[in-house]
Nanobody, 125 residues
Framework: QLQLVESGGGLVQPGGSLRLSCTAS????????VGWFRQAPGKEREGLSC???????NYGDSVKGRFTISRGRARNTVYLQMNVVEPEDTGVYYC???????????????????WGQGTTVTVAS
């Protein structure tokens, strides 16, 4: 079973930046569609971004223009670069992945089968 580990969370001031990593063990994550999701306190889980196996990306309205999803050169990592963060970005961030080779599209609306344990991001001064 695919195991995903998120890292890079922490405390950041409003307006600052943070980069989250989603790392898979022993798997070529380039063969998977990968999504980033956020669970804010008291709110439902929200899809933030996804990347297809051919590099296509999508973003949720709340992060569009501020967050960037990308794949690492090591082929087992996907990043979420968070810029100009806001207090509303506080929450637990999860990555998820679905086997989907050679697909140009991705979606945050489909059911993902592989999930990490999450990393916590707190935006506060």
């Amino acid at each position: 079973q695919l195991q995903l580990v998120e890292s890079g969370g922490g405390l950041v001031q409003p307006g600052g930046s943070l980069r989250l990593s989603c790392t898979a063990s022993g798997i070529d994550l380039n063969m998977y569609m990968v999504g980033w999701f956020r669970q804010a306190p008291g709110k439902e889980r929200e899809g933030l971004s996804c990347i297809s196996t051919t590099g296509g990306t999508n973003y949720g309205d709340s992060v569009k223009g501020r967050f960037t999803i990308s794949r690492g050169r090591a082929r087992n990592t996907v990043y979420l670069q968070m810029n100009v963060v806001e207090p509303e970005d506080t929450g637990v961030y999860y990555c998820a992945a679905n086997w989907n080779p050679r697909s140009p599209i991705c979606s945050m609306l489909v059911q993902y089968t592989n999930w990490g344990q999450g990393t916590t991001v707190t935006v506060a001064s």
